[in-house]
């Protein structure tokens, strides 16, 4: 069974760092290319960050600077490095694989809960 | 960036009912239109990509239309499990976006 489990979340003082992971199983890893979502509380989803099998990483300009994406094959790992972490970084944070033909996202971890707050 | 913008943002229907959400690309996005489910408290679910492609084990009742900026998803006949939120996501650029999201309740 394909899986993705994230977990690294926790509650963080503003201007705190938090390095997130998520463990893939179920599937070979190095082959797809993964993205982190996020969706604060009521709100909709939005995509922080993709790395390539061999190209990117990618992030939108919003997070662009604190955001850091990565990977490790060895260990079926994906992770995620905030820095400088403010309230509106508040959300679940998921992982997600893209689909072997680049065509969306098909298969999704349960999600991290990550709270800035002093 | 391009901007993605659904309506309407929330609606409600009943079952049976056939209901079309609406996906506007700022600009032209070819067929790289993604579709996704999310139900309370669960992760989103891929149902169509590249537009028109339903996913394996999604109902027939789904389908997708469209191409360049405007694009559709229909469901034909509602059911109890359908109501949920539903997202477009564009996957032309490599800044990837996703719609406000559709929320379909229960009339």
């Known amino acids: 069974e394909m899986q993705l489990v994230e977990s690294g979340g926790g509650l963080v003082q503003p201007g705190g760092s938090l390095r997130l992971s998520c463990a893939a199983s179920g599937f070979t890893f190095s082959n797809y290319a993964m993205h982190w979502v996020r969706q604060r509380m009521g709100k909709g989803l939005e995509w922080v960050s993709a790395i390539g099998t061999t190209g990117g990483p990618y992030y939108p300009g919003s997070v662009e600077g604190r955001f850091t994406v990565s990977r490790e094959n060895e260990r079926n790992s994906l992770y995620l490095q905030i820095n400088n972490l403010r309230a509106g970084d508040t959300a679940i944070y998921y992982c997600?694989?893209?689909?072997?033909?680049?065509?969306?996202?098909?298969?999704w971890g349960q999600g991290t809960t990550v709270t800035v707050s002093s | 960036d391009i901007q993605m913008t659904q309506s309407p943002s929330s609606l409600s229907a009943s079952v049976g009912d056939r209901v079309t959400i609406t996906c506007r690309a700022s600009q032209s996005i070819s067929t790289f239109l993604n579709w996704y489910q999310q139900k309370p408290g669960r992760a989103p679910k891929l149902l169509i990509n590249?537009?028109?492609s339903l996913q394996s084990g999604v109902p027939s009742r789904f389908s997708g239309s469209g191409s360049g900026t405007d694009f559709t998803l229909t469901i034909t006949s509602l059911q109890p499990e359908d109501f949920a939120i539903y997202y477009c996501?564009?996957?032309?650029?490599?800044?990837?976006?996703f719609g406000g999201g559709t929320k379909v309740e229960i009339k």
């Open positions: 590249v537009a028109t």
């Open positions: 996501q564009q996957s032309f650029s490599s800044v990837l976006t």
């Open positions: 997600a694989r893209e689909t072997a033909a680049g065509d969306g996202m098909d298969v």
